[in-house]
Structure formats: C-alpha cells, structure tokens
C-alpha cells in the first residue's frame, strides 16, 4: 500500500525525441507527487511536483500528467537532450505524515546525440 | 541561500572507528532529514527531524545516531558500522509543514571497510 512503482527501470532516447517515466500509486492517503532528478554524484533535486486535484502540469519541457481514477501520473520530457541524461524519481507523499517521501525504484534514462 | 551542505565528501571507516557526518542549512527549515541511498537504488528515509525533535525513526539499527543540536545542523553519529552499510548518505531539510519542497545535500559516500 505505500509502494509506488515505476517504469521503465531505464530508457535510451535520441536527442530531441519524447521520454515517458510512468508510476503507479495504490494509497489513496497520497497527496502530492513530486518528481526528482539526480545526477552521478549528487544529490536529488525537485524537477516538478502536482497534487491530485490537477490533471496537468507543465514546466518547459517537463510535463507530469495526473490521472486520479487511474492511481497513475507520468512525466513526459519534451526535445530531451543530452544534459537530461540523468536518473529519474517519482515519489509520493503523506497527508500528515511529517513530509515523507516515497520514492519509486528510479528511471535511468540516456539521451544519445 | 538554497542550499544543504554536507560534510565530508567521502569517508572511509573500519568497522570500530567512531565517525561523524555533519549537514548544514541556512533557509529558515524546520524539518530535517537522513537518507541512505544504495547504488541504483532510490533513497531510503531514516530518520526525520521536525523542530529539533526525532519525529520519524524507520528502525534504522542503534549504531546510526543522530543529532539536531539546532535548527541548522544536523548530524549523524557513526558507530561500530558494518560493510553493508557502506552508501551514499543524503541530508535534506524542507519546510515543517505538509506537502513542501525537500533539499537535497550532495550527499557523503560512506566506505566501511
């Protein structure tokens, strides 16, 4: 029930193409989904984040999509590039539980020039 | 200032030594966190600081302690550790209520030999 699960586990995509990480939720008690990124040696950092009354949300070219029904919310990478190369998190997050993430197994992704 | 700092970068410790691992930040957070993250593995929480107090423990064993002797520092007390616990340990903070941002820090790659 606190899982939430994430595919591909890694993804080669040609420069300037769409990448597609999808997660899954089973506990509706989760209220916001923030997606993180992360390269070799550092440290994740917050890419973007929806709540679940929002079926969309777009920044540049980083879009997660939010389907509520489904217990399912994506994000899409528009005109990927080589710099995105890096490791992709979705999480999920507790309403009232002290800011905990939970974290989906990760996405690898490669963008070859 | 919207960073976490951690130090150190690296650090190499035989299973009797007595260590360290310290995190700093200077934004005004009152949540503070200890990660622990295996290779191509995603984060694993440990412990959760809300105003200075241990909020969340996920029962990580007795010989990882940890400290939040303000609300900017945060530290972590090494003792008598084992080679699986050799990993990249993360610090974050974000603000204490619900649903917020969490800063990540580099991180401190911990070798137990």
């Known amino acids: 029930q606190q899982q939430v699960k994430q595919s591909p586990q890694s993804l080669i995509v040609q420069k300037g193409g769409i990448s597609i990480i999808n997660c899954a939720y089973e506990?509706?008690?989760?209220?916001?989904f923030p997606w993180y990124q992360q390269f070799p040696g550092k440290g994740p950092a917050l890419l973007i984040a929806?709540?679940?009354?929002?079926s969309e949300k777009k920044e540049g070219r980083f879009t997660i999509s939010f389907n509520k029904s489904a217990k399912q919310f994506s994000l899409h990478i528009m005109d990927s590039q080589p710099g995105d190369s890096a490791t992709y998190f979705c999480?999920?997050?507790?309403?009232?539980?002290?800011?905990?993430?939970?974290f989906g197994a990760g996405t690898r992704l490669a963008v070859h020039p | 200032d919207t960073e976490v700092t951690q130090t150190p970068k690296h650090l190499v410790m035989g299973m009797t030594n007595k260590k360290s691992l310290k995190c700093e930040q200077h934004?005004?957070?009152?949540?503070m966190y200890w990660y622990k993250q295996k290779a191509k593995k995603p984060p694993e929480l440990m412990f959760v600081?809300?105003?200075?107090?241990?909020?969340i423990n996920e029962s990580v064993p007795s010989r990882f302690s940890p400290e939040c002797p303000n609300s900017s520092l945060l530290n972590l007390h090494l003792h008598a550790l084992q080679p699986e616990d050799s990993a990249l340990y993360l610090c974050?903070?974000?603000?204490?209520?619900?649903?917020?941002?969490?800063?990540f820090g580099p991180g401190t790659r911990l070798t137990v030999l």
């Open positions: 934004m005004g957070h009152r949540a």
């Open positions: 974050a903070s974000s603000q204490a209520r619900q649903n917020n941002e969490q800063f």
């Open positions: 999480a999920a997050v507790f309403s009232g539980g002290y800011n905990k993430l939970i």
């Open positions: 506990n509706t008690a989760f209220d916001y």
């Open positions: 600081y809300s105003y200075e107090k241990l909020s």
């Open positions: 929806i709540r679940p009354d929002v």
